[in-house]
């Protein structure tokens, strides 16, 4: 995710519940994307917890279907 056009992209997607893939961990992480900055990705689980998310883990980050708040 090291080229400009995918952070302009991930950068469209903050406010949205997200689901994001990333290396080492086999479930994904549903949110809404908070921010993008320095390298990493902000987001606030449904129980209202912060992650931080290296942008160099990322495999895959994708609006989910129902954008519902809280989902």
């Known amino acids: 995710m090291a080229n400009n056009?995918?952070?302009d992209?991930?950068?469209?997607?903050?406010?949205k519940i997200v689901?994001?893939?990333s290396e080492g961990h086999?479930?994904?992480l549903y949110g809404e994307l908070l921010e993008v900055a320095d390298g990493w990705?902000?987001?606030r689980r449904k129980?209202?917890?912060l992650a931080f998310v290296n942008?160099?883990?990322?495999?895959a980050?994708?609006?989910t279907r129902s954008q519902r708040e809280g989902a």
């Open 5 to 7: 056009n995918s952070k």
């Open 26 to 28: 086999k479930l994904p």
């Open 9 to 15: 992209k991930i950068q469209e997607l903050v406010g």
């Open 47 to 49: 129980d209202g917890s």
């Open 19 to 21: 689901r994001i893939d």
């Open 41 to 43: 990705l902000c987001v």
């Open 61 to 63: 980050i994708a609006p």
């Open 55 to 59: 942008q160099t883990h990322v495999k």
